[in-house]
């Protein structure tokens, strides 16, 4: 798969997601094989007024490599002045959130708000494309806003007029934020529409899935979002089955608990002790989702205050495992 002047090594990519695709997890889904990763969204306004906070949301590890940075917005100015920010901060790719169903970023007009004013998101996109220089500009949008107003053919027309290398497509509305099931048939819809790549999104949960989501749809990629939340497995056993047909046994419990454990020392390397723990508690609740007594393991992470309370839940759970 080509994006732009960027030639990918698989087809299968890790879906920007707020507060989850951080720089370890990225690191983590790369290892597995995972083609292209994306970063989570990053506040066009917090990188021109040089927030702290912001700002390390753009760094980049050079084996994560290639690695697209997600900005969001609502104005083509300041979405454009972030691009330049973002592809001086190394980005081999640069991505437009179109898609974010959250009420604090909708009702700023940003995210999937964006779906309802389709001039202003071309203005937007080629806003950034031009501002992006050589660095390839995507964009990752949902089906629609409401199913009274699906819509996303012509954002993908919009961005492909515009200057979009490729497009990422949620098929799920705004208003299903992430319930029900996602309608592949608009990504169909989408792929027969455009000539640039388009990236499937959706209910990719297993190496089946990805296979009928590109048999399905004819789309150029497979993006993996809370499939591969806890399970950067997912790449690896995707990538494997798509090249031969066969399915990769799962991860055996030392595994998970090693992967859990490797997880939690990236997070508090690269967070510190203090956020790296309480971010933990999210990941290991997905890590440990199906063993035996996870709905206790989760009280006891949330009650985790060090990194050395966390290894020792694992190695006592791990003993008990092997008894």
Known sequence: MQIGKLKLANPVILAPMAGVTDLPFRLLAKEMG?????????????????NVHTKKLLAIDERERPVALQIFGSEPDSMGQAATIVANAGADIIDINMGCPTNKIVRNGEGSALMLSPDLAYRIIAAVVTAAGDVPVTVKFRKGWDDKSVNAVEIAKLAEQAGAAAVSVHGRT??????????????REVKQAVGIPVIGNGDVRTPHDAKRLLT?????????????QGNPWIFRQIIHYLATGEILLPPGLDERIDMLLRHLDML????????????MRSHAAWYTKGLHKSAELRLTFNQAASKADFIRIMEDYRALALR
Request: net charge negative.
């Open 34 to 50: 995972c083609g292209l990763v994306y970063s989570e969204m990053v506040s066009d306004k917090g990188l021109i007024y040089d």
């Open 174 to 187: 705004r208003e299903q934020f992430y319930s029900g099931q996602a309608d592949w048939k608009i990504i």
């Open 216 to 228: 399905e749809t004819g789309c150029d990629g497979i993006m993996v979002g809370r499939g591969a």
């Open 268 to 279: 508090v390397e690269h967070k510190g002790e203090y956020v790296g723990i309480r971010e």
